[in-house]
């Protein structure tokens, strides 16, 4: 299968401010995605005190495998006292639908875009209910 923008693909990691880790998923996070990218994702929450943040902004589309793989990396990082956020989640995209739907929006940690980035990570505005402050919906982008 040729990796074009829907193939799933993780990208990173690149260090932030203060030793926050950031992934980037690409493409597609459905049942291919589950196959191609857990065993990449586990190599990072399965650290201890890991401090992740994984961007979404180029993922085209989730369905509920998708949505599982980034649940399981949020129970695997919780498990060995890190943190994971996400990032670039859009206030009516597929991401926050989906979200929302299931019930899950208040499970996972935000962080704005703008405090996705490697000067900002550090102090990230975002709430530990999982949404960002002041935010009404998850309006991450």
């Given at each position: 299968?040729?990796?074009?923008?829907?193939?799933?693909r993780l990208d990173g990691p690149r260090r932030a401010a203060g030793?926050?880790?950031?992934?980037?998923?690409?493409?597609?996070?459905?049942?291919?995605?589950?196959?191609?990218?857990?065993?990449?994702?586990?190599?990072?929450?399965?650290?201890?005190?890991?401090?992740?943040?994984?961007?979404?902004?180029?993922?085209?589309?989730?369905?509920?495998?998708?949505?599982?793989?980034?649940?399981?990396?949020?129970?695997?990082?919780?498990?060995?006292?890190?943190?994971?956020?996400?990032?670039?989640?859009?206030?009516?995209?597929?991401?926050?639908?989906?979200?929302?739907?299931?019930?899950?929006?208040?499970?996972?940690?935000?962080?704005?875009?703008?405090?996705?980035?490697?000067?900002?990570?550090?102090?990230?505005?975002?709430?530990?209910?999982?949404?960002?402050?002041?935010?009404?919906?998850?309006?991450?982008?």
């Amino acid at each position: 299968m040729e990796e074009g923008q829907y193939y799933p693909r993780l990208d990173g990691p690149r260090r932030a401010a203060g030793g926050t880790t950031v992934l980037e998923l690409r493409g597609d996070l459905d049942i291919l995605a589950v196959s191609v990218l857990s065993d990449r994702l586990d190599e990072f929450t399965g650290a201890q005190g890991a401090d992740l943040v994984i961007d979404l902004r180029a993922v085209t589309f989730i369905d509920c495998a998708g949505l599982s793989l980034l649940s399981r990396a949020r129970h695997r990082t919780r498990q060995r006292g890190g943190r994971l956020r996400l990032t670039g989640v859009v206030a009516g995209g597929s991401v926050a639908r989906l979200l929302r739907m299931t019930g899950l929006r208040g499970d996972f940690e935000t962080v704005p875009e703008e405090a996705g980035s490697e000067d900002a990570l550090a102090a990230d505005g975002a709430d530990r209910d999982g949404l960002p402050a002041g935010a009404d919906d998850i309006a991450v982008a």
